[in-house]
T-cell receptor, first 114, second 110 residues
Framework: KAGVTQTPRYLIKTRGQQVTLSCSPI?????VSWYQQTPGQGLQFLFE???????NKGNFPGRFSGRQFSNSRSEMNVSTLELGDSALYLC?????????????FGPGTRLTVL | GQQVMQIPQYQHVQEGEDFTTYCNSS?????IQWYKQRPGGHPVFLIQ?????EVKKQKRLTFQFGEAKKNSSLHITATQTTDVGTYFC??????????FGAGTQVVVTP
């Protein structure tokens, strides 16, 4: 089975712009979670989708949004980018709709905001 | 809200030595998961513990879940250079969101 894929792998944007990141989970997995990883804050939960429904949301401003499509692929969008949004954005897929099962992480998208 | 804390934040180990990293939660956990992230890589699932007092071994790695299900430990024996990376513990909060600890960054000196 192919692993979790994320595109693009690297992205450079300027403040005020918006960005869309994509994640394709492992085939058959219906749960997709997004995390923000920074050196100072570690891994922070953004949101989780299961069968196109957002099941959980972390403590991030409304500039961060996401969605999941019928094929389980997911996108997250960040609008009005700020310097502090520079981070590694990781997506993880799971076989069930909760975090009781192991999460399979993708390679991440490295976002740099200038 | 639930907090998951890990100590130490950094661990410098001589090759061949043993070390332990600890994970503590402010609330009782239904399960605890451990992940390893190599430098420049992404977190990779190592193991999940579910039962109170559970102990699981993976070669040189021993994982333990506390009796109260609020703490866990990872013990590595005879550390090798391949053990370099950051080890994270994670547990679901009451809403099912996986909360990660800040991680223990392990550096191995040959």
């Amino acid at each position: 089975k192919a692993g979790v894929t994320q595109t693009p792998r690297y992205l450079i944007k300027t403040r005020g712009q918006q960005v869309t990141l994509s994640c394709s989970p492992i085939s058959g997995h219906r749960s997709v979670s997004w995390y923000q990883q920074t050196p100072g804050q570690g891994l922070q939960f953004l949101f989780e989708y299961f069968s196109e429904t957002q099941r959980n949301k972390g403590n991030f401003p409304g500039r961060f949004s996401g969605r999941q499509f019928s094929n389980s692929r997911s996108e997250m969008n960040v609008s009005t980018l700020e310097l502090g949004d520079s981070a590694l954005y990781l997506c993880a897929s799971g076989s069930s709709g909760n975090s009781y099962n192991e999460q399979f992480f993708g390679p991440g998208t490295r976002l740099t905001v200038l | 809200g639930q907090q998951v804390m890990q100590i130490p934040q950094y661990q410098h180990v001589q090759e061949g030595e043993d070390f332990t990293t600890y994970c503590n939660s402010s609330t009782t956990l239904s399960n605890i998961q451990w992940y390893k992230q190599r430098p420049g890589g992404h977190p990779v699932f190592l193991i999940q513990l579910v039962k109170s007092g559970e102990v699981k071994k993976q070669k040189r790695l021993t994982f333990q879940f506390g009796e109260a299900k609020k703490n866990s430990s990872l013990h590595i024996t005879a550390t090798q250079t391949t053990d370099v990376g950051t080890y994270f513990c994670a547990g679901p909060d009451s809403w099912g969101k996986l909360q990660f600890g800040a991680g223990t960054q392990v550096v191995v000196t040959p």
